[in-house]
């Protein structure tokens, strides 16, 4: 499974970005997808997670209700929206998928990374 990353970019404080993650090569629909960044001098944590099916979504306390995860499987895409980003929100966001139904935020469960992308948040 390859995964592409896009979207990436510098925001201000405030605002909003949308990053994607492309998948070939499996079943995108057979897949638990996640989100996850790095920020500087940390280590890697876990964003948000969704269900093979979309219906089940999970988040890390510091995103709930300014992110936004989502899939569409006819597009094998998975998406997340970041509204009202901050500034402790720079990192560097990696996509991951997890083969099965099990919904997972620690980063050994789930067997294929994307590249990651740049997301800077100025004050």
């Known amino acids: 499974v390859q995964l592409q990353v896009s979207g990436g970019g510098l925001v201000q404080a405030g605002g909003s970005l949308r990053l994607s993650c492309a998948a070939s090569?499996?079943?995108?629909?057979?897949?638990?997808m996640g989100w996850f960044r790095q920020a500087p001098g940390k280590e890697r944590e876990f964003v948000a997670s969704i269900s093979r099916g979309g219906g089940s979504t999970d988040y890390t306390d510091s995103v709930n209700g300014r992110f936004t995860i989502s899939r569409d499987n006819d597009k094998n895409t998975v998406y997340l929206r970041m509204n009202s980003l901050k500034p402790e929100d720079t990192a560097v966001y990696y996509c991951a998928s997890r083969e099965g139904w099990q919904m997972a935020q620690a980063e050994y469960e789930y067997a294929f990374w994307g590249q990651g992308t740049e997301v800077t948040v100025s004050s």
């Open positions: 090569g499996g079943s995108f629909g057979n897949f638990v």
